[in-house]
């Protein structure tokens, strides 16, 4: 049984729609639930995918079984919840299987991609937000007893709220089952697995500990400590090479954070810290300074504990650092303070001020009793970084929107074609409603790239069928009406419009397959100040190519067709168009993200386009008395050729926008 054959089926009240993950053993499906009604993601254990041996299936169920409770029993705001484990038979084989919430939010790991892609950094309080959260779900873990064996980014997801979900616990044990073979063990995870784990040694909360200390390394330097071509590489760097400096890659940070990074990367476990959330208040320390004496520094929860959090006392930062940017102040008795960062902007140089700190009670004893200290509640700075993406329920606008303006306009471009049969010689309009038929094509490929930028789903496919389909049936359609005679009555313009409406129908189907329904979308709103300014950019050189392209036809064009030379001007304001200053002006003027800055550019394009084509009528009105296109069209149908002109070139304009955005994020990409 494969992952096709489950499509589709419903286990207990969960029908499968599609594949959303894949791993060696399991394989993740969206679906939707009937009761509650809602949208789940199940995660199923494929019985093939443990092997034909009935013994070793029999091991991988148990074990499947004894991980689901015990990931049931977590309850913590900081870990994925499990809704219910259920077996089922399905086509005579029994399918064990998760249902969990679906997570629309992505992962770290993406948001770590997208950072480095940028060419951007976290900033300090978002880190320490990030490893406060992770910490503390490990920690509540541990204190059961629960080692997960597999932190790393890929398992963390954002809720829409923005706050971290440590996902899969417990099911990474099934890679170290001894059928599997230990570079199947460690793929994918070699970066993040402690040295006792990697030399198959007895593991205990600090191996995970080890884990989230290769995640803090990497969000402050944009790389993991250990890499290599193999896992086998990336597993002897684990056990023997030194951990390298964080501030080789980051000058900025200070000895303290260093500090704090390599204890936590500690090869043996008794040098690292012994408990997750230790590693967080001291990272919470170094980016925060406070003034506590020799002893240990006793803080108060960030939001994420309840409980007060006592940094290890063997943890001692530097007694001196270099440079005025890490100068440590010092308190009588020769207690450092933890060294912070300089900030990079004025407004992180005011701080709240810290409550006053009681004097110790107790005479003599207490002068060496640790200080409470309550630190104020400080949200991350996040100005200068990417928003958290926010999702809403879908509800196909597209889709229905084209559908209807497809309908619509059926009846005006079989009037044209028709309109041939009463005015033979007039080929005219049937050219404009070739012309109008192909638009339709062209609106569903731009309604499908526009959708597929908020959709967290491969529509590749889809955009390849459509773009074959649209250029296929430009083709053809050109070749048929090139072919109609204006001195006989032939068949051939209605048969060109047949062709057409089964591309139109096709176009239609394939873009429903994009606006699917029961989709969760990523709010990526148009930054239209952003826009006005990108089609401002270019406007006066597409002003000049599209009278080029009007008045001084091609000339293996200048004795064709109408058809042809209207696909001409077309071609030249397609290819000519400024569109790339427009796009980079779009971005320089407003940072924003992939799908933004698509939607952005694309109606930045339209919107180019369409001022060009207007200011270009009314140029050729003032100078000559008459419209560019008045050679070409009878006066009956001049009207409706100038309408219909520019509503093809606002869609040259909407694809031609989309497409440089996306050649500016694949080269900004292989920049990366």
Not at 464 to 476: E, G, P, Q
Not at 482 to 504: D, K
Request: aromatic content about 8%; proline content about 7%; some cysteine.
């Amino acid at each position: 049984m494969n992952e096709k054959e489950l499509v589709g089926i419903t286990l207990g009240s969960c029908t499968l729609e599609r594949v959303i993950g894949k791993g060696g053993m399991a394989i993740v499906f969206l679906a939707q639930q009937a009761n509650p009604i809602r949208t789940v993601a199940v995660k199923v254990l494929l019985p093939a995918a443990t092997g034909t041996d009935p013994e070793q299936q029999r091991v991988f169920l148990e074990r499947f079984r004894r991980e689901a409770a015990t990931v049931q029993k977590l309850e913590h705001k900081n870990i994925l919840p499990i809704y219910e484990y259920a077996e089922a038979m399905v086509k005579g084989q029994r399918v064990a299987y998760l249902v969990m919430p679906y997570i629309r939010g992505g992962t770290l790991r993406q948001r770590i991609d997208e950072v480095i892609h940028s060419g951007g950094q976290f900033d300090l309080p978002t880190v320490s937000t990030y490893i406060s959260q992770v910490a503390d779900a490990l920690s509540y873990a541990h204190g059961l007893g629960i080692i997960h064996r597999d932190v790393k980014p890929g398992n963390l997801l954002f809720h829409t709220d923005g706050h971290l979900l440590l996902s899969d616990f417990g099911i990474a044990r099934l890679n170290t089952m001894p059928a599997l073979t230990m570079a199947g063990s460690f793929l994918g995870t070699a970066e993040y697995a402690s040295p006792e784990q990697v030399s198959g040694g007895d593991l205990d909360a600090r191996s995970d500990i080890y884990s989230l200390g290769v995640i803090l390394y990497e969000l402050l330097t944009g790389r993991v400590p250990f890499s290599g071509t193999t896992p086998f590489a990336v597993m002897g760097k684990q056990l023997q090479d030194p951990v390298p400096s964080v501030r080789v890659e980051r000058p900025d940070l200070s000895p303290s954070i260093e500090f704090v990074v390599r204890k936590a990367l500690a090869k043996e476990p008794k040098d690292r810290y012994q408990q997750a959330t230790e590693l967080a208040a001291d990272l919470h320390a170094a980016i925060r300074p406070v003034v506590a004496p020799v002893g240990g520094l006793h803080l108060s929860g960030d939001g994420n504990n309840s409980e007060p959090t006592v940094a290890d006392s063997s943890w001692q930062p530097p007694a001196r650092a270099q440079g005025p940017a890490n100068l440590m102040p010092r308190v009588a008795g020769g207690a450092g303070v933890l060294a912070a960062t300089v900030p990079a902007s004025p407004s992180q140089v005011s701080q709240p001020p810290l409550p006053q700190m009681p004097p110790p009670a107790g005479g003599a004893a207490a002068q060496h009793a640790p200080v409470q200290v309550h630190l104020p509640q400080i949200a991350p700075d996040i100005e200068d970084s990417e928003p958290a993406k926010l999702y809403r329920p879908g509800r196909r606008i597209y889709y229905y929107a084209v559908g209807l303006i497809t309908l619509v306009l059926q009846f005006i471009t079989l009037g044209l074609v028709l309109g041939y049969y009463q005015h033979y010689n007039d080929i005219s309009a049937v050219v404009l409603g070739v012309l109008l038929g192909n638009a339709l094509n062209w609106l569903s490929l731009a309604a499908i790239a526009f959708t597929s930028v908020t959709r967290r789903r491969d529509m590749r496919g889809i955009f390849k069928r459509m773009f074959w389909t649209t250029l296929i049936a430009l083709i053809a359609s050109g070749v048929m009406i090139s072919a109609v005679s204006p001195q006989q009555t032939s068949g051939l313009p209605l048969a060109t419009y047949l062709v057409l409406l089964a591309t139109n129908l096709y176009s239609l189907r394939q873009l429903s397959k994009a606006d699917a329904k029961r989709e969760q979308i990523e709010v990526a709103p148009v930054a239209w100040r952003a826009a006005l300014v990108g089609a401002l950019t270019g406007l006066i050189p597409l002003i000049i190519i599209l009278v080029f392209a009007l008045v001084v036809p091609l000339p293996w064009v200048s004795n064709s067709s109408l058809f042809l030379r209207m696909l001409a001007v077309l071609a030249v304001g397609f290819i000519g168009a400024p569109t790339p200053g427009a796009m980079m002006a779009v971005w320089l003027s407003q940072k924003m993200s992939f799908p933004i800055l698509t939607r952005t550019s694309a109606i930045a394009g339209l919107l180019m386009f369409l001022a060009a084509y207007l200011l270009v009528i009314v140029i050729g009105v003032l100078i000559s008395g008459q419209m560019l296109l008045t050679p070409d069209f009878s006066q009956q149908i001049l009207p409706l050729a100038v309408i219909i002109m520019g509503t093809l070139l606002g869609l040259i304009g909407l694809l031609r926008g989309m497409l440089d955005a996306w050649i500016y994020h694949r080269v900004m990409m292989r920049q990366a």
